[in-house]
């Protein structure tokens, strides 16, 4: 095809959320809320906070929620990595993430406070959405890191050493889930408060033009 012929074509559109975004998001969503429940399973075997129990869990006892948690950790894994390859492939990590200006944080915090934070532009997300979506990014990560650590502690010694020891391995893993507990009890009751949010992520939303590739 000539390159006149190229240009001119119209621009293709995008949806805001492309098709292996959202299964990719419901995946890790699912997956996180299997490891959560059976972690408390296993959790509750062995306790790092003493009196501190879950009463609801994943497994009946702790070798099934361990299977549980073995099976959603590979799910996890797998497409927790395909979802950062593709966000970097196709810079839709930078460019929905970045840039967080300390302003606009503050911005964002101010309406916040004053219930007037507005979500009409569903394309971009404000400094403090940003921030939470690197956070739990990052202690996904960590997580698998830190269970990785405590699965096989003599293989992987020297990143147990990294990690302070198994005592503090496991310490972190239990903080990681704490944060991504947190983050879902905030995303989750936001989602419900704006709808619109939640029905383009199952849906798509709105077309976006996409960036026209030059010939
Ligand atoms: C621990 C599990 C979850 C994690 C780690 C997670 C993570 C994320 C991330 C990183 C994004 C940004 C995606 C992108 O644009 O590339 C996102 C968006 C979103 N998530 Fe989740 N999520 C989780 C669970 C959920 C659940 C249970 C719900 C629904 C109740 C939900 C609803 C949404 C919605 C509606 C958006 C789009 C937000 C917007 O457009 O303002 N997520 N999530």
Redesign the pocket.
Known sequence: MSTLAVSTMPARSSRL?PIA?RIM?WT??AA??VLIGSGWGIYNDSVIIHGLHFPVKIGSWAAESLLWHFAAMWVLTLNGAAYLIY?VATG?LRE?LLPIRLRDVVETVRETLRFKLAHED?TT?NAV?KIL?IV??LA?VAQVVSGVAIWKPVQFSGLVSLLGGFQSARLIHFLGMAV?VG??VV??AL??LVPR??W??LTGGPELPSQRKEA
Request: proline share 0%; charged share 5%.
């Open positions: 959320h975004i998001h890790n969503a996180m809320i966000g839709r929905r569903l997300y959405q979506y739990v990014i996904g991504i983050f879902l995303h989750v989602s419900l949010t939640l383009a992520m």
